[in-house]
T-cell receptor, first 117, second 117 residues
Framework: DSGVTQTPKHLITATGQRVTLRCSPR?????VYWYQQSLDQGLQFLIQ???????AKGNILERFSAQQFPDLHSELNLSSLELGDSALYFC????????????????FGEGSRLTVL | GNSVTQMEGPVTLSEEAFLTINCTYT??????LFWYVQYPGEGLQLLLK?????DKGSNKGFEATYRKETTSFHLEKGSVQVSDSAVYFC????????????????FGSGTRLSIRP
């Protein structure tokens, strides 16, 4: 058990709809990352938050948005869903620093599997 | 930009065989390098890491050496077991400076490993 909790584990919805995925990081971790894993695209970095603020952005579509709340949990919002958005969405957390250095070591949740029909 | 290229799978070996999974990277600066493993139905977990050139990361019999001159971080294990069957991901931390809270952990496409008894 990594200590990172993601809900829901599975979600089936229709094209054009909007969904919210939730992530609770490990206790004490300030940094949250979102990744999309699909069969043909591998593991794609979407976005990173640190202590409530966006810090790094990857290939995140404009239809997608995320935020990190004061209690450090994070939500990924996916809107105007398309068939191609079907994927496994992972959240990961990290302490971000050890002795002042950026470690880059991530702890992953089990993922939320989104199916768009 | 930053990227990771790893050998395509699937790789199928017999138990006790020698394993090599190749990984090369492109990055500015001096990224930290990682191997993550994903067992069926689970999220990714860190297998080993190296933070500077010539460092060797090791864990559970797996090893990888950070080679700056060849920009490589190949994963090796001398004698694989059936329990090593999983998908292996090479990754780098394209941090925005070692003291920064911003990270882009970039993953390769993954290599599926299957071990026959």
């Amino acid at each position: 058990d990594s200590g990172v909790t993601q809900t829901p584990k599975h979600l089936i919805t229709a094209t054009g709809q909007r969904v919210t995925l939730r992530c609770s990081p490990r206790s004490g971790d300030l940094s949250v990352y979102w990744y999309q894993q699909s069969l043909d695209q591998g593991l794609q970095f979407l976005i990173q938050y640190y202590n409530g603020e966006e810090r790094a952005k990857g290939n995140i579509l404009e239809r997608f948005s995320a935020q990190q709340f004061p209690d450090l949990h994070s939500e990924l919002n996916l809107s105007s869903l398309e068939l191609g958005d079907s994927a496994l969405y992972f959240c990961a957390s990290s302490v971000a620093y050890v002795s002042g250095l950026n470690t880059g070591e991530l702890f992953f949740g089990e993922g939320s599997r989104l199916t768009v029909l | 930009g930053n990227s990771v290229t790893q050998m395509e799978g699937p790789v199928t070996l017999s138990e006790e065989a020698f394993l090599t999974i190749n990984c090369t990277y492109t990055a500015t600066g001096y990224p930290s390098l990682f191997w993550y493993v994903q067992y069926p139905g689970e999220g990714l977990q860190l297998l080993l890491k190296a933070t500077k050139a010539d460092d060797k990361g090791s864990n559970k019999g797996f090893e990888a050496t950070y080679r700056k001159e060849t920009t490589s971080f190949h994963l090796e294990k001398g004698s694989v077991q059936v329990s090593d069957s999983a998908v292996y991901f090479c990754a780098l931390n394209a941090a925005q400076g070692v003291y920064s809270s911003a990270s882009k952990i970039i993953f390769g496409s993954g290599t599926r490993l299957s071990i026959r008894p």
